[in-house]
């Protein structure tokens, strides 16, 4: 079978070429693939309106035709006629989160494909804010379906060159419009009913959505009603023959190739952090060489495993001076080991901005195991512990894993 060729299109978001743009947009109309960026990853979009073209994301991606895909708009005037009604809650979160990182479940019109829906009644909605995102759903003229652009069960795309990496040859258009600002995927909402649930946790927390519940419940609902309560969906375990409402809630996902152990670290301080890391890093040597030993963490976690390969090289040296022990400490930085930081403890926004590229980096290095900590579950934390968690997972149907606040991570 002949390669297909990708034209890769790199862009700037703040001033997106909109000519260059005009081709991609033509390709999915007419039930084309097109890699595109938002604001939370890359996504893998075809024509939503055309069910004949779905089959082929499945394919691409090897993903299970189970696993419903989320579809993209430009415009909240795009949304209606995809969708049987729009409650007044649903409209009032909308208008409050999008266009931005949240996906809202409502029941689908005949309009939506059941290849689109995954035979489910319902579908996802999303209004990406990145402005190449915007632009081509503007110009294409139709809604996008658009899964995460990796293939299936490998860590999500978050930039172009790792999009050409994966899918040069499978596709004919990658859009490249930088590094996508959250780096992981939107929170999934379920708005079919009048007490919201939140089947994928992402940036926009339980507390964000909550918030806006109490809102409306001050404009819009009489005085006697209480507000809407949100509840955590993805909590739930699926049984072997449902079907998720969501992406992400019944198969693997995320994960690297490397084994993604996770340490159990008290979370007051990044010192705490770092000696648990430090501890965990001199395990793996046991097992592995450094070299073969990934890191993802926070600064003073990564400062702790270098001391730690650092003194273990040394006090393995054969050699019989001190000069040449100290020799074989310095060789260990030379050797610039798979150690990589995302910035200090408590800055967990950028601990899930760098989490898909880290995973793909250290796959490079050919790691065997990646080891990384937990973060708080406050705000993005806990769609990042979810992440890390079910990149840890061994089994295909992931069970819930509860923290001590009962929340699944």
Do not use: W
Request: hydrophobic share 45%; proline share 8%; net charge neutral.
């Amino acid at each position: 079978m002949e390669k297909m060729r990708t034209v890769y299109l790199k862009l700037d978001p703040a001033n997106p070429d909109v000519d260059a743009l005009r081709a991609p947009a033509a390709a999915l109309r007419e039930g084309k693939l097109v890699v595109m960026p938002t604001e939370t990853v890359y996504g893998l979009g075809v024509n939503a309106l055309m069910g004949d073209a779905v089959p082929e994301v499945y394919r691409v991606k090897g993903r299970p035709s189970d696993n419903p895909l989320i579809v993209h708009v430009a415009d909240f005037v795009d949304i209606p006629p995809l969708v049987q009604k729009i409650s007044p809650l649903a409209d009032f979160i909308m208008h409050r989160f999008m266009p931005g990182p949240l996906t809202v479940i409502l029941p689908k019109s005949d309009l939506i494909p059941l290849q689109v829906s995954g035979g489910l009644a319902t579908v996802g909605i999303r209004m990406p804010s990145h402005p190449i995102a915007h632009a081509l759903i503007k110009l294409a003229g139709v809604p996008v379906a658009a899964p995460s652009a990796n293939l299936s069960g490998k860590p999500s795309l978050t930039n172009g060159p790792d999009c050409l990496e994966e899918l040069s040859g499978k596709v004919p258009f990658i859009v490249d419009g930088g590094a996508s600002d959250v780096g992981l995927e939107s929170t999934v909402l379920d708005l079919t009913s009048d007490m919201p649930r939140i089947l994928r946790p992402g940036k926009i927390d339980q507390a964000a959505v909550q918030a806006v519940c109490d809102e409306f419940k001050g404009k819009v609902m009489d005085g006697g009603q209480s507000a809407p309560m949100v509840s955590l969906g993805y909590l739930r375990r699926l049984a072997a023959n449902e079907k998720p409402a969501a992406p992400g809630m019944k198969y693997r996902h995320y994960a690297p190739q490397a084994e993604v152990r996770i340490v159990n670290a008290d979370f007051a301080t990044g010192s705490s952090v770092a000696r648990a890391m430090g501890e965990a890093y001199a395990a793996c040597l046991k097992e592995y060489p450094a070299e073969e030993i990934g890191v993802f963490a926070a600064r003073e976690a990564v400062a702790s495993c270098l001391n730690v390969a650092a003194t273990s090289a040394a006090a393995t040296s054969t050699a019989a001076t001190a000069d040449a022990a100290a020799d074989a400490v310095s060789a260990v930085a030379r050797v610039g080991l798979p150690l990589l930081a995302y910035g200090e403890y408590g800055d967990i926004a950028a601990a899930a901005h760098g989490l898909f590229t880290a995973f793909r980096a250290l796959d490079r290095r050919k790691v065997k195991v990646i080891l990384t900590h937990e973060l708080p579950q406050d705000g993005i934390g806990a769609a990042y512990m979810n992440r890390l968690r079910k990149a840890a997972a061994k089994a295909q149907a992931l069970p819930p894993v509860y923290t001590g606040d009962d929340r699944q991570a």
